[in-house]
């Protein structure tokens, strides 16, 4: 199974700051099929980025997706108030099982 | 617009079995791949099982294997988690979802299983 390992788990910062957020997989993730999600408390989970690093329909630009193999980022610039949320990153594809990461919790 | 729309969530003793469904609208259900997602009390996401849109393979995460099945009738553009064997564990919100990659999700069916 790929593990996918998120970090850090928790950071707390101020409107207009940048972020990275980090998911490292065990194994390799093929054709870079690599999701991230975010989602605030009492709400369904809300598609940013798959494919390692195209935007859903509807997500600002100010999030973007990085990375390859083993080594993913998502990076959120200037962030807003409304960014306060847990992002999780899942591999998917081919093989399942679709594991998620153990999610980051993000304060503004 | 999408809507995907869960329902059969509810409180089952610890052996017991329940059927989620799950209805959507709004796209071509026949041509997408679905999943089931849970997330327990205050915990994070877990991908449960998907299934192809002909319905030929079904996949599942290996806590469920045996006990949960996928299935689908495309005809009433529907999808079903049947699950027996029920253990305090799998206690969650289950959540169906368009994919993977998941760009819709229902809000979500609740499922405690407790004695």
Redesign the interface.
């Known amino acids: 199974?790929n593990v996918l390992t998120q970090s850090p788990g928790t950071l707390s910062l101020s409107p207009g700051e940048r972020v990275a957020l980090s998911c490292r997989a065990s194994q390799t993730v093929s054709s870079n099929?690599l999701?991230w999600?975010q989602?605030k408390p009492g709400q369904?989970?809300?598609?940013l980025i798959?494919?390692a690093s195209s935007r859903?329909?509807g997500i600002p630009d100010r999030f973007s997706g990085s990375g390859s193999g083993t080594d993913f980022t998502l990076t959120i610039s200037r962030l807003e108030p409304e960014d306060s949320a847990?992002y999780?990153c899942?591999r998917?594809?081919s093989s399942?099982?679709?594991?998620?990461?153990?999610?980051t919790r993000l304060e503004i | 617009e999408v809507q995907l729309a869960e329902s059969g969530g509810g409180l089952v003793q610890p052996g017991g079995s329940l059927r989620l469904s799950c209805v959507v609208s709004g796209l071509t259900f026949s041509r997408n791949w679905m999943?089931w997602?849970r997330q327990a009390p205050g915990k994070?996401?877990?991908?449960v099982a998907?299934i192809r849109p002909d319905g030929s393979d079904k996949?599942?995460?290996?806590s469920v294997k045996g006990r949960f099945t996928i299935s689908r009738d495309n005809a009433k553009n529907s999808l079903f988690l049947e699950m027996s064997s029920l253990r305090v564990e799998d206690t969650a919100l289950y959540?169906c979802a368009r994919?993977?990659?998941?760009?819709y999700?229902?809000?979500?069916t609740l499922v405690t299983v407790s004695s």
């Not at chain 2, 994070?44 to 991908?47: D, F, P, R, S, V």
């Not at chain 2, 996949?59 to 290996?62: A, C, F, N, S």
């Open positions: 199974e099929y999701a999600y989602q369904a989970p809300r598609l798959y494919a859903a329909t847990v999780y899942q998917y594809g399942p099982p679709d594991t998620f990461g153990q999610g | 999943s997602v994070g996401l877990e991908w998907n996949y599942y995460v290996d959540y994919g993977p990659p998941h760009a999700w229902g809000q979500g």
